[in-house]
Structures are given as structure tokens and as C-alpha cells.
């Protein structure tokens, strides 16, 4: 329920003993209003749906494992997860940072129009499902249906990925450095150009990672899909 | 002498060796838009029982007959408030333009009831236009802004819709134009097709978990719906009642779309009828009537309609291929320079007639409905549009009103079960009423 109470300036959180709805109402509408830029939140105990909903210039720190939704829908805000994160890591976020710093579960940056998101570690199933403009790096490897219907920004996969990478991709691009098991309908591998090169070097010095972009590969789709025609494989 | 035999087949009559004949020079099944065509089970097989010696009738034009309608008391603390239970449905600014996104605002907030998004985003148009405005999240989540749920005054989870449950949206090339395209994030004139799951989530208790994500983005002030195409709707309910949501709306089989399978439209999903009852049973079973709304939807046409619907338990309709008409679809004029100008030769190039037009999906509206056309969508002046969909939502409350009178209520929501028997024994059936003249309603003991 909604907290009417009068919130109190802070730059800290112990959700062992804050609610988290005193939290992300404080984000929401007061933090900025007080001049805060920074927050700590401490004991996240793999709470859902923390950080959420952020609209304003903040950098929020979270110090262990969250659960769904970190940073769901985040505009503007920079949130960093010092452990792991559930499903649905800054899933639909418009723009901003957020920093995954350990793994990620299932449908990490779904549908994401903007910002980045960085994961140290692995992601799970359908990183980056329908994918809608964001910047996705990931240090470690993909689940499988990573990308499934990206329509747009791209995905960098510094370690391998699982079945059916980019099935049924629009105009999400995919940089991949290690195995792909199998690729999705419609997905294929493509020359790197130098502008893919370019863009991948510096994603991947924002994410702080030194891998050489000349070790990936690209995915893009064969757009075979985009109109219906009597004889397209209906096996897809 | 005699003359040709013609005996047609039942199994194989005309329309099905030309679907069998279509299908096979084509390769490719149909995509139409509207709802199922096929004769189902419906409100028309339901009657009224009003007033007689056992019951007293309110006086048809003086007394009061309340309309007012509250939904997401739950747990929302801004609940929706509208001055009828008639609402518009979630149609997309996509399979319409934004002309008539813009109309429907119009005459929703002139009637005091609500309009809704659909698969697309929210316009700018429709946000001004409409006082109370309903933001869907479905599966595609094409345009989905935190902006817009901030914007929204509920939010509605879309989990499948009546005319094709199971199944995601379609949107053909011809009617993804530059701002379409733009709003979606596709390519221009791609055959978009929309997911048929969510993206981050992906049973009952993970939506458990995203209603909270939205309540908690929302500061807990905005109602969450949650829609479902009629299937298993007895268990769907209820899956969505301990799921969270404040509104549950039910689209029976009878709805429409703005391009689907047609074997979908035609068979998949249950009837509008049955699935209200099984709704209904849901929310007593978990004793949440009246803290649970539940809003019905798929072939609502009429105030009988909307009676029946509330008799047999819903706080409220929601209209979509009825406000499509009453804008004009289907019509042989449309209105340029206050005049009636015809359409006919357009639904002919079309392959079809007024009456029988079902070409959402060809973009080519001949009435300026269901259209991205540049030229086509000028056909619907909105003021005309608007004007024309507050007289049909006027009458259609009125008829429900007349009709709530006539049975002795003095508030819509007080039209009941006991009110109503049925015309067929499928019917008695499927609503859980008496066959008319008897006591019985099949599957329940006498």
C-alpha cells in the first residue's frame, strides 16, 4: 500500500528493516527533491522490484542479490547490483545504467528501448528478448533464446551462447565472442564491418572490458521473415 | 426435360471447396479482421423476467436508475471512477489511426467512461482526448513507456484477447506507415507479429510478482487489470484474482481483432456467454464479487447486451467492434464536407460489401476506420466520429436503464441472475439460468 508517511532525507536503506515500498517511494518522488544524488541500499535479500520505476539523475548502489525486476523501467538513473540479479533485470528500461555485477537471471534488459546494461557475469534464458534499443553487454555466456525478437540496439556476448541465438530478429544486432550452440529462424552470421568494430570497442570500454572486437562475431537477421510469402518454412 | 442437379454437400459446400481451392493456390491461410461470424450461443438467447405481480417496476422516465460504476477498489487508491458501465475496449493506434484513437477519447470522456490503449503505445492524441484512459501492457510491449503508465489511470495486463487466445497480434505492412513504425520500433511496412508471451515473465506466479513491479512503479495509486481471452476462463479467474488484480476482463470468443487467423477467430476460445458465467462462479468461489470488478467483453452490441452481462454478474462492458461501427465501419457513406459520400465502389475493390466488410487487416478502410492511409483516414472527422459514438453509447445506456427499471432496480448493479431465463437449453446451459418456462438449468441439480 502506499505510504503517506513523511519521508525523511536519506542516502541509506536497510531493507532488513526499511520497507521496500518506503524505498522506491523515496526514490520516486523525494530524493531527488532533497538534493540526493546517492543511495545505498543494504540487505536486499533477493527482494522483487527494487530500484524500479526510477525517473531522475540517481545512482543507487545495492549491495547483494536481488530478485525480479531490478531497476525495471528505469529512466535516467545509474543502478549498480553488487551481487546477483532475478529475472527481468532493468527490463523495459528507457535509458540510464544499470550494473550487474554478478549473474543475471532469465529475460535480463526484456525489451529495454534504451540506457545500457552490463552484466559481469552469465545471463540466463532470452537476454535481451525483444529487445527495443538498448545496449546489452554481457561479460560471461547467454541462455538459450537470447535475443528472440530484438527489434532494435544491440547485444554483446563475450562468452558463448545457447540454442536458437536471435530467433526471429528485426534490427537488433548481436556480438558474440564464443560458441553459439544454434542459431534462431531467420538469424545469421554476417561479416563484421568496420562501424560493427568501432561500435563494439567502445561498448565494450564503457562496460570496462578489454576484449579485442576483432574475437567477434556478428548476428543480424536474414529479414526472410518480415513478409509473409507461401513458401516460407513453416517449421521455424 | 430436366435440369441441372444441384445438390449441394453439407460437409463440402461452396465456401469450403473455395477455402479448400484458395488454400491450395496460395499456400497461405486467411487473415481477416472483426470477430467470429459463425452463430454461437449468445445474449440473444437470454430474456428478461421484469416486474409483475411479485415484483414492482420503477417508472421508465422518472425515477432514478443509477449508472455510476467503480472499478479497482481492491487495492488501488485511485480507483476508477465512470459515470456508466459501458466502456471502450483496448483497440491499438495501429489497427486505427490516430484520428479515431482521438474520436473515441472524445466520446468516452463526453459519456464519462473510459478508453484504452491497445498494442502500439499510447498517442498523444488519445492521452488528451480521453479523460480516463486504461494502458495496456501485452506481450509485445511495441512503445511501452514508464512515462505512459505514469500518464495511464489503470494499467491493464493483457493476456490474450477473445478473438485469438493463445495467439499474439498481427499488423500487416500496408498499415505500418513512418509514425506506426516509429512508435513500434520496426522497420516501415514489415508484416509485424506480435509475441504471444509476455517477455519477462511467464506463468501465474511470476505475474504475481510483475503486478507488484507495476504497483510498486505506479506507487500503488493506479488500478492493474488483468485481461484474458476466454478459455479456461473458471481457473484464469482465479489464477488472476491471487495473482493481484484489482479488474478482471474477460473477452469471449465473439471479439474482435484487427488481423487474425481466420481459424483462430472461428475456433478458439469459448463463447462470451459461457465464459461470463464461468468468470463469475470464479470470483464466488473465492468470495471476491464486489472486491474483484470483472468486466466482460467479445460481441457486446446493445443495452439488452449490457443488461444481460450485469444480471449475470459484471460490474461492466467493455465495446470494441461495436464502437467501430457506430463510427461508421461497415457503413456505405462516410461524412467529407457534411455530406454523405458514397463508399461502395471502394468496399467492391475491396472484394466485399457494406455489411459484410471484415478488411481491417487490408489497411484499406473505406470508411477512414481502420486505416493508416494518409487520405483514407481523413474519411473520419473526429468531431463526427465522436458525435456518432456518444449517441450510440447514449442509447445503448439507456436501453440498459429502461430495461433495469422494468425489472425494479433503482441502481444498474442490481440487476441479478433471477432476473434472466433462457431461450435454449444450451444457452440455460452456459449462463447457469432456467430454461424459460421451467426450473431447470442444465448440469445443476433440480
Request: hydrophobic share 40%.
Amino acid at each position: 500500500m502506499a505510504n503517506l508517511r513523511p519521508l525523511l532525507r536519506r542516502s541509506e536503506f536497510d531493507l532488513a528493516h526499511d520497507s521496500l515500498r518506503d524505498l522506491n517511494l523515496y526514490l520516486h518522488k523525494q530524493a531527488a527533491q532533497d538534493g540526493v544524488s546517492q543511495i545505498e541500499v543494504k540487505n536486499p535479500d533477493g527482494a522483487h522490484s527494487i530500484a524500479c520505476g526510477l525517473d531522475a539523475d540517481l545512482d543507487v548502489q545495492i549491495h547483494g542479490h536481488v530478485g525480479y525486476y531490478v531497476a525495471g523501467m528505469n529512466k535516467h538513473a545509474s543502478v549498480t547490483v553488487h551481487g546477483n540479479a532475478g529475472p527481468g533485470a532493468a527490463e523495459n528500461m528507457m535509458s540510464g545504467r544499470v550494473h550487474i555485477r554478478g549473474f543475471a537471471s532469465t529475460a535480463a534488459g526484456a525489451s529495454a528501448h534504451g540506457g545500457l546494461l552490463i552484466i559481469d557475469g552469465d545471463a540466463s534464458l532470452r537476454c535481451g528478448i525483444s529487445l527495443k534499443g538498448a545496449d546489452i553487454v554481457v561479460g560471461g555466456s547467454v541462455g538459450s533464446f537470447s535475443a528472440f525478437m530484438a527489434q532494435a540496439g544491440r547485444i554483446v556476448i563475450c562468452g558463448d551462447a545457447e540454442d536458437a541465438l536471435g530467433d526471429s530478429l528485426y534490427e537488433a544486432v548481436i556480438y558474440v565472442r564464443g560458441k553459439v550452440r544454434s542459431l534462431g529462424a531467420d538469424a545469421r552470421f554476417e561479416p563484421m564491418t568496420d562501424a560493427d568494430r568501432t561500435a563494439l570497442k567502445a561498448l565494450l570500454a564503457q562496460s570496462g572490458l578489454a576484449h579485442d572486437p576483432a574475437e567477434f562475431r556478428r548476428v543480424a537477421s536474414a529479414k526472410s521473415l518480415y513478409h509473409w510469402h507461401a513458401d516460407a518454412d513453416q517449421e521455424y | 426435360m430436366t435440369g441441372p442437379q444441384l445438390e449441394e454437400s453439407v460437409g463440402f459446400d461452396r465456401s469450403t471447396i473455395e477455402y479448400i481451392q484458395r488454400a491450395a493456390a496460395t499456400g497461405l491461410y486467411e487473415i481477416r479482421g472483426l470477430g467470429a461470424k459463425r452463430r454461437v450461443p449468445n445474449f440473444d438467447d437470454l430474456l428478461f423476467l421484469a416486474a409483475s405481480l411479485s415484483r414492482y417496476p420503477l417508472e421508465g422516465y422518472r425515477e432514478r436508475c443509477a449508472t455510476k460504476t467503480v472499478l479497482g477498489t481492491r487495492f488501488a487508491t485511485r480507483p476508477i471512477e465512470l459515470a456508466i458501465p459501458i466502456t471502450v475496449a483496448g483497440m491499438s493506434f495501429g489497427a486505427l489511426s490516430a484520428r479515431v484513437k482521438d474520436a473515441l477519447g472524445r466520446a468516452a470522456t463526453e459519456v464519462g467512461t473510459s478508453t484504452t490503449t491497445g498494442d502500439g503505445g499510447m498517442t498523444a492524441e488519445e492521452r488528451a482526448s480521453s479523460k480516463t484512459l486504461i494502458y495496456q501492457c501485452l506481450p509485445s510491449r511495441y512503445g511501452f513507456d514508464p512515462d505512459d503508465v505514469r500518464r495511464a489511470d489503470a494499467i491493464e495486463i493483457v493476456i490474450g484477447q477473445g478473438a485469438k487466445p493463445g495467439g499474439g497480434g498481427m499488423l500487416l505492412g500496408q498499415k505500418v506507415n513512418p509514425r506506426v513504425a516509429r512508435m513500434r520500433t520496426l522497420p516501415e511496412g514489415v508484416d509485424q507479429r506480435s509475441a504471444s508471451r509476455h517477455p519477462d515473465w511467464t506463468g501465474p506466479d511470476d505475474l504475481v510478482i510483475k503486478i507488484k513491479e507495476l504497483r510498486e512503479i505506479t506507487d500503488w495509486e493506479k488500478p492493474i487489470y488483468v485481461k484474458v481471452g476466454a478459455t479456461r476462463v473458471f481457473n484464469d479467474v482465479k489464477l488472476a484474482v491471487h495473482a493481484g488484480a484489482d479488474v478482471i476482463v474477460v473477452d469471449g470468443m465473439q471479439g474482435g481483432t484487427a488481423a487474425t487467423q481466420t481459424v483462430f477467430i472461428e475456433h478458439v476460445g469459448i463463447p462470451t456467454l459461457a465464459a461470463l458465467r464461468q468468470a463469475v462462479d470464479a470470483l464466488d468461489d473465492l468470495n471476491m464479487r464486489g472486491t474483484v470488478q470483472l468486466v466482460i467483453s467479445g460481441g457486446i452490441r446493445s443495452g439488452a447486451d449490457v443488461a444481460k452481462a450485469l444480471a449475470m454478474g459484471a460490474d461492466a462492458v467493455a465495446i470494441g467492434q461495436g464502437v467501430l461501427m457506430a463510427l461508421g465501419c461497415n457503413s456505405d457513406t462516410y461524412v467529407a464536407g457534411g455530406q454523405h459520400v458514397s463508399a461502395v465502389e471502394d468496399y467492391a475493390r475491396l472484394g466485399t460489401a457494406p455489411g459484410f466488410c471484415h478488411h481491417c487487416h487490408t489497411g484499406k478502410c473505406p470508411v477512414g476506420v481502420t486505416t493508416q492511409d494518409a487520405a483514407l483516414e481523413l474519411r473520419l472527422d473526429p468531431a463526427v466520429g465522436a458525435k456518432r459514438l456518444r449517441n450510440y453509447f447514449k442509447t445503448v445506456n439507456m436501453e440498459l436503464t429502461t430495461i433495469a427499471r422494468a425489472c425494479g432496480k433503482q441502481d444498474v448493479h442490481h440487476l441479478e441472475k433471477e432476473d434472466l431465463v433462457a431461450l435454449t437449453v444450451e444457452a440455460a446451459a452456459m449462463a447457469g439460468v432456467p430454461l424459460a418456462g421451467t426450473s431447470w438449468i442444465p448440469g445443476q441439480p433440480a
